[in-house]
């Protein structure tokens, strides 16, 4: 809610000092990478996988990672013309409530569905994300020990509305 100064001049709040980047940490602008530079990684080779392949790609995504922060994927599988679709029901998602949105949150127990409160370099991140896996479930030891035999499965979290979320989502269009 802005706020008054006087009768014609309306301030905008306080940003939330957790949320602002502190200068040190801001990127100076001779360090700035462009965006023709930025790392692409072809997955078409793990059409036909084999282990010189997939460690090929491992480290092109390492390297990317390491010295970009992210990348770009071609030959992912993923058909054009879903990404409409996908775009449109985040939108609806993202338009929901925060109480709505965080009936799917993820969890220590989850770690898919709904979260705000990410952080990068303890800063908190101005971002929603929305994580699910391809599968419905996974299967996974039940603790951290190296003998441990329980296993716990973890199911991805879908929420009610939009009604087409998980219709749309890109579980329908990856095969796996």
């Given at each position: 809610?802005?706020?008054?100064?006087?009768?014609?001049?309306?301030?905008?709040?306080?940003?939330?000092?957790?949320?602002?980047?502190?200068?040190?940490?801001?990127?100076?602008?001779?360090?700035?990478?462009?965006?023709?530079?930025v790392?692409?990684?072809?997955?078409?080779?793990?059409?036909?996988?084999n282990?010189?392949?997939?460690?090929?790609?491992?480290?092109?995504?390492?390297?990317?990672?390491?010295?970009?922060?992210?990348f770009?994927v071609?030959?992912?599988?993923?058909a054009?013309?879903?990404?409409?679709?996908?775009?449109?029901?985040?939108?609806?998602?993202?338009?929901?409530?925060?109480?709505?949105?965080?009936?799917?949150?993820?969890?220590?127990?989850?770690?898919?569905?709904?979260?705000?409160?990410?952080?990068?370099?303890?800063?908190?991140?101005?971002?929603?994300?929305?994580?699910?896996?391809?599968?419905?479930?996974?299967?996974?030891?039940?603790?951290l020990?190296?003998?441990?035999?329980?296993?716990?499965?973890?199911?991805?979290?879908?929420?009610?509305n939009?009604?087409?979320?998980?219709?749309?989502?890109?579980?329908?269009?990856?095969?796996?």
């Open positions: 809610m802005p706020t008054a100064v006087d009768s014609t001049v309306m301030l905008p709040p306080p940003i939330e000092a957790s949320t602002m980047v502190p200068p040190h940490l801001r990127p100076k602008p001779d360090t700035v990478k462009y965006l023709e530079d790392p692409v990684i072809d997955l078409s080779p793990l059409q036909t996988p282990s010189h392949d997939l460690a090929d790609i491992v480290a092109q995504v390492h390297i990317s990672l390491k010295e970009w922060g992210f770009v071609v030959n992912h599988g993923v054009p013309g879903l990404w409409p679709e996908v775009i449109r029901v985040m939108s609806e998602f993202s338009k929901l409530s925060f109480e709505e949105k965080r009936k799917v949150a993820r969890n220590p127990n989850m770690p898919w569905g709904y979260n705000e409160s990410d952080h990068t370099n303890n800063i908190r991140d101005w971002a929603e994300v929305f994580d699910f896996m391809l599968k419905e479930e996974l299967s996974i030891p039940a603790s020990e190296p003998d441990c035999q329980e296993t716990s499965t973890l199911h991805n979290q879908w929420p009610e939009p009604a087409d979320f998980r219709k749309n989502s890109l579980l329908k269009s990856i095969e796996y």
